[in-house]
């Protein structure tokens, strides 16, 4: 589906749709606009390795939580 196809669906349907329904669906809106610039950080395929070689020396000295202490972590929440 085309951008003018999805523009079209989407004005068939506004009209149906009560003032709160149209408030809320603005909000939805909203947020994954906002999320999506949050989403669009770019890094150089440089800065992406460095990272990667940093995660993974973490790992092998021993800086991490398991999936299981996590879950033990996340009932006393």
Known sequence: MNAKILDAEINKFLPLLS???KKSLLD???SLISR???ETRHISIEQYN???EEALGQ???GNYISHEELEK?????
């Open 19 to 21: 003032l709160d329904q």
């Open 28 to 30: 939805v809106m909203r």
């Open 36 to 38: 999506g610039k949050k």
């Open 50 to 52: 460095i990272e990667t």
């Open 59 to 61: 790992v092998a000295a």
């Open 73 to 77: 972590e996340m009932e006393q929440w």
